[in-house]
């Protein structure tokens, strides 16, 4: 099983609608969670981290439920520039003692947003 | 805004061949990370260096691989007999601390693209 579960999509939505991602992990130790931004053949960007109480950035909420192991991220009003790939991203502890900061990706979900 | 840089953008090499591939992380940060994408397919962990050591390695990461920080501002990544399946992104990122508290994260340079012949 992968260690961080994503619908790879494509979700193809028109301008203006509220798309959903859902992510799992399946490592109940993992710490840490985040949802990346990469567009085609560049760098993940940081979007925002998620926290238990569940954050909101703008049209961008997420929310994390530890019980279930699951990663939500909604995205109200899309626009077309948030056309890009969306990874779900956790960070663990190491064989259960220290942290080392890795991350662990998500296979990513892609988002094309249609006028 | 600070940010990482890596250098070269592309690199292609044939196999065999050794390749260093060259990051400046942020300037205040702690924390230097290796990670790679072979093209269609997830990001994936290389290697975590903190204290001028390996703190954390993958499978991936084999004797083929190494890392160094050269001086106070390079963390380089050496290939040193490349192969096909070397072929793929190799992002360089960085940290303050291991983002564990809120506002900690992983800051990513933008690639290099190696190709192995």
């Known amino acids: 099983r992968k260690e961080v579960e994503q619908d790879p999509g494509p979700f193809n939505v028109p301008e203006g609608a509220t798309v959903a991602f859902n992510c799992t992990y399946s490592n109940s130790a993992s710490q840490s969670f985040f949802w990346y931004r990469q567009d085609c053949r560049k760098e993940p960007k940081l979007l925002m981290s998620v926290y238990s109480s569940g954050n909101e950035d703008g049209r961008f909420t997420a929310q994390l439920n530890r019980a279930s192991q699951y990663i939500s991220l909604l995205i109200r009003d899309s626009k077309l520039s948030d056309s890009a790939t969306y990874l779900c991203?956790?960070?663990?502890?190491?064989?259960?003692?220290?942290?080392?900061?890795?991350?662990?990706f998500g296979q990513g979900t892609t988002l094309q947003v249609k006028p | 805004e600070p940010e990482v840089t890596q250098t070269p953008s592309h690199q292609v090499t044939q196999m065999g061949q050794e390749v260093i591939l060259r990051c400046v992380p942020i300037s205040n940060h702690l924390y230097f990370y290796w990670y790679r994408q072979i093209l269609g397919q997830k990001v994936e962990f290389l290697v975590s260096?903190?204290?001028?050591?390996?703190?954390?390695k993958s499978e991936i990461f084999d004797d083929q691989f190494s890392v160094e920080r050269p001086d106070g501002s390079n963390f380089t990544l050496k290939i040193r007999s490349t192969k096909l399946e070397d072929s793929a992104m190799y992002f360089c990122?960085?940290?303050?601390?291991?983002?564990?508290?809120?506002?900690?994260?992983?800051?990513f340079g933008p690639g290099t693209r190696l190709l192995v012949l």
């Open positions: 260096f903190y204290n001028n050591e390996i703190s954390e």
């Open positions: 991203v956790v960070n663990r502890r190491w064989d259960g003692s220290s942290n080392t900061g890795k991350l662990i």
């Open positions: 990122a960085s940290s303050e601390a291991l983002g564990l508290q809120i506002g900690e994260t992983q800051y």
